[in-house]
């Protein structure tokens, strides 16, 4: 599986953006889909999943409530809705497929929130 993010860009605090994550190969029906996201000398985390088939998704406190992921079967695309921007959401997002044991990533985008 070869995932590749896109839709990163500026955007002022209170905005929204919409990310998308690309899968070449397999489709991502049986993967749960994750997006985590890395700051400036900060350690990769967690954002948000979304669980196979059944859709079933959990976020972290920090963006609950303003972050939603949906999936397109059909397209073989996952997507990050976020709204309510803050800068503190500033970093380079990736999303991840796993499916049992295995773990795939894809190159990041990067999302910078202005105050």
């Known amino acids: 599986v070869q995932l590749q993010a896109s839709g990163g860009g500026l955007v002022q605090a209170g905005g929204s953006l919409r990310l998308s994550c690309v899968a070449s190969?397999?489709?991502?029906?049986?993967?749960?889909m994750n997006w985590f996201r890395q700051a400036p000398g900060k350690e990769r985390e967690f954002v948000g999943g979304i669980h196979r088939r059944g859709g079933t998704m959990h976020f972290a406190d920090s963006v609950k409530g303003r972050f939603t992921i949906s999936r397109n079967s059909a397209t073989n695309m996952v997507y990050l809705q976020m709204n309510g921007l803050k800068p503190e959401d500033t970093a380079v997002y990736y999303c991840?497929?796993?499916?049992?044991?295995?773990?795939?990533w894809g190159q990041g985008t990067l999302v910078t929130v202005s105050s």
């Open positions: 190969g397999p489709t991502l029906g049986n993967y749960v």
């Open positions: 991840s497929a796993g499916l049992g044991s295995l773990v795939y």
